[in-house]
T-cell receptor
């Protein structure tokens, strides 16, 4: 149980275009989802926390207008990278908190974004 | 600002040897997680430590938590090549919008035959 599906796993896009990444909890409800970014050989940096039905909370230094997060249902959160640039190329990972389960965090499989 | 630091950042060890990875964090928390990451992959959960003095073991790995010292350790016993990966600790904190994870700097482990 407790599977989080992240899609796509890899995406290549041109500079200036937008890319949407989906994070879906398959067999549980997730009131809270988290989005992380990981540059090569570095740690995971929390970008934002999204709660179902409300606006996401962004970490300091993360542009909310560039990284649009929508958490419209208890099983789906999306991250849209708008007007992508090569410096946005990174590994993006989502995590879902199982509602009502203490310490129940499940990570998605990650999305490798390359902006050319 | 919370800091979560791991030591060492890089570790190369021979098969059969023992070693310990350290995770220090800068604020009060009694919830500490350990994850493994293989190249190009997401995170695999290893341990969840939820109280001071917690110790958990799985195979050749053992994790412990000292909340007073704000220190967690991941001990590797008789390393094998399959343990080569990057290991992260993560501290869970309560925030205004819910709990959040903050990851350590990571330890890249290479086990040499």
């Amino acid at each position: 149980g407790a599977v989080v599906s992240q899609h796509p796993s890899r995406v290549i896009c041109k500079s200036g275009t937008s890319v949407k990444i989906e994070c879906r909890s398959l067999d549980f409800q997730a009131t809270t989802m988290f989005w992380y970014r990981q540059f090569p050989k570095q740690s995971l940096m929390l970008m934002a926390t999204s709660n179902e039905g409300s606006k996401a909370t962004y970490e300091q230094g993360v542009e909310k207008d560039k990284f649009l997060i929508n958490h419209a249902s208890l099983t789906l959160s999306t991250l849209t990278v708008t007007s992508a640039h090569p410096e946005d190329s990174s590994f993006y990972i989502c995590s879902a908190k199982r509602t009502g389960v203490h310490h129940g965090y499940t990570f998605g499989s990650g999305t490798r974004l390359t902006v050319v | 600002e919370l800091k979560v630091e791991q030591n060492p950042l890089f570790l190369s060890m021979q098969e059969g040897k023992n070693y310990t990875i350290y995770c220090n964090y800068s604020t009060t928390s009694d919830r500490l997680y350990w994850y493994r990451q293989d190249p190009g992959k997401s995170l695999e959960s290893l341990f969840v430590l939820l109280s001071n003095g917690a110790v958990k073991q799985e195979g050749r790995l053992m994790a412990s938590l000292d909340t007073k010292a704000r220190l967690s350790t991941l001990h590797i016993t008789a390393a094998v090549h399959d343990l080569s990966a990057t290991y992260f600790c993560a501290v869970e904190l309560e925030g205004n919008t819910g709990n959040q994870f903050y990851f350590g700097t990571g330890t890249s482990l290479t086990v040499i035959p």
